[in-house]
């Protein structure tokens, strides 16, 4: 069976009864549920994005974790029932989607257009950073990456994710080799990537919405970009607008205030 999260990462509300063992022991005063529904429902954080959250009959999935091939639920209180039922937050799951895709689109456009490699990534709860093969960065390289960026997310690029066997994989003009053997999932955006990875993406490119760039330090010698995406791109707007309104509001009320003065 193909992982869910594999045919659709968008559908919410995932139901059904995964192939779960329970085992009631206590876990740092929680329960601990151990099955094999990583394959199946929520999606542990072990391929470079956050865990998933959501529940099981209702109850709070507070982590997810991998743990020598088996996949832990922290949950929020204990589970009595045998068969267990679970949803995916999904506004979460696309939020991860999100800065994910960014990733991939942004890493693209850099190898391909700039000849600069991404050494590493991390998607963050906040914001997300890419690692990147280079010494210095400028504002004008700054500017032509997020044009061609806007030109992409405009572009609608569809995103699709395709097991292909390993022969059929290695024909494919893939950006890395890939680092598992047999089925190999195939995420292609467009012409524009076509990478091995075990992710969530969006459905297409403009769905992307808006990437921000909100930081840039150099690390080990290398560059770190980090960036933010579609709503919490927009959100950030909104907080610096804020934050710009009140400021100027504040300083055109001293202004006045010192014409006051000046007049008395
Ligand atoms: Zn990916």
């Not at 045919?7 to 139901?15: G, K, P, T, V």
């Not at 949950?75 to 989607?97: K, M, W």
């Not at 003009?173 to 091995?196: C, F, H, M, N, W």
């Not at 403009?206 to 150099?218: P, R």
Request: some cysteine; glycine content about 6%.
């Amino acid at each position: 069976m193909l992982k869910r999260w594999n045919e659709d990462a968008f559908r919410a509300n995932l139901s059904g009864r995964p192939d779960l063992r329970i085992n009631r022991d206590r876990y740092e005063g929680r329960t601990r549920l151990l099955g094999k529904i990583r394959t199946k429902l929520l999606l542990s954080g072990e391929r470079g994005q956050p865990a998933d959250r959501g529940t099981l009959n209702g109850v709070s999935v507070l982590d997810v974790q991998l743990q020598e091939g088996d996949v832990w639920h922290l949950l929020d209180s204990p589970l009595l029932e045998n068969e267990v039922q679970g949803e995916v937050d999904d506004v979460i799951r696309t939020d991860h989607a999100a800065q994910h895709t960014a990733q991939h689109v942004i890493s693209a456009i850099l190898q391909d257009e700039f000849q600069i490699k991404t050494v590493s990534f991390r998607t963050g709860t906040e914001e997300s950073t890419l690692d990147l093969d280079l010494g210095d960065w400028d504002e004008t390289l700054q500017s032509r990456l997020e044009e061609r960026l806007r030109t992409v997310i405009q572009a609608n690029l569809l995103i699709t994710a395709t097991e292909y066997t390993e022969e059929e994989a290695l024909q494919l003009p893939l950006r890395k080799t890939p680092q598992v053997t047999g089925k190999i999932r195939v995420v292609q955006i467009g012409e524009l990537d076509y990478s091995a990875c075990g992710g969530t993406h969006l459905a297409s490119t403009s769905e992307l919405e808006l990437i921000l760039f909100t930081g840039l330090e150099k690390v080990r010698g290398n560059i770190r970009l980090a960036y933010v995406a579609k709503d919490r791109a927009f959100r950030l707007l909104t907080t610096e607008r804020r934050v710009l309104t009140e400021t100027a509001r504040a300083v055109s009320a001293k202004k006045i205030r010192s014409i006051l003065l000046w007049k008395t």
